[in-house]
């Protein structure tokens, strides 16, 4: 069974290179993410872009920044187990 962090890092990690590649945003929902990992995909991005910007990353390993920065996030947005009970969590 996949944990709710393996799964958010996932996800986050699978629309970090989609939005890196300039493939856009898109609504939260319809990528089938909750309102908390886009916010954790946005904060992702701006790093990774920053990084990129600053040639402290390239586009061969940005990958590695952004999953690491999603394995950050998203472990602190579940340490307690799942936010909320709600739907859209």
Same mark, same amino acid.
């Given at each position: 069974?996949?944990?709710?962090?393996?799964? #958010?890092?996932?996800?986050?990690?699978?629309?970090?290179?989609?939005?890196?590649?300039?493939?856009?945003?898109?609504?939260?929902?319809?990528?089938?993410?909750?309102?908390?990992?886009?916010?954790?995909?946005?904060?992702?991005?701006?790093?990774?872009?920053?990084?990129?910007?600053?040639?402290?990353?390239?586009?061969?390993?940005?990958?590695?920044?952004?999953?690491?920065?999603?394995?950050?996030? #998203?472990?602190?947005?579940?340490?307690?187990?799942?936010?909320?009970?709600?739907?859209?969590?």
């Amino acid at each position: 069974m996949t944990s709710d962090v393996d799964l #958010c890092v996932s996800i986050v990690v699978h629309w970090s290179r989609e939005v890196l590649d300039g493939r856009g945003y898109g609504d939260y929902q319809s990528m089938g993410m909750s309102g908390g990992q886009y916010d954790i995909l946005r904060e992702t991005v701006d790093v990774a872009r920053a990084a990129l910007r600053k040639g402290t990353a390239t586009r061969d390993n940005v990958g590695l920044l952004t999953g690491r920065q999603a394995r950050e996030r #998203c472990s602190a947005r579940y340490r307690d187990g799942r936010p909320t009970e709600g739907p859209w969590r």
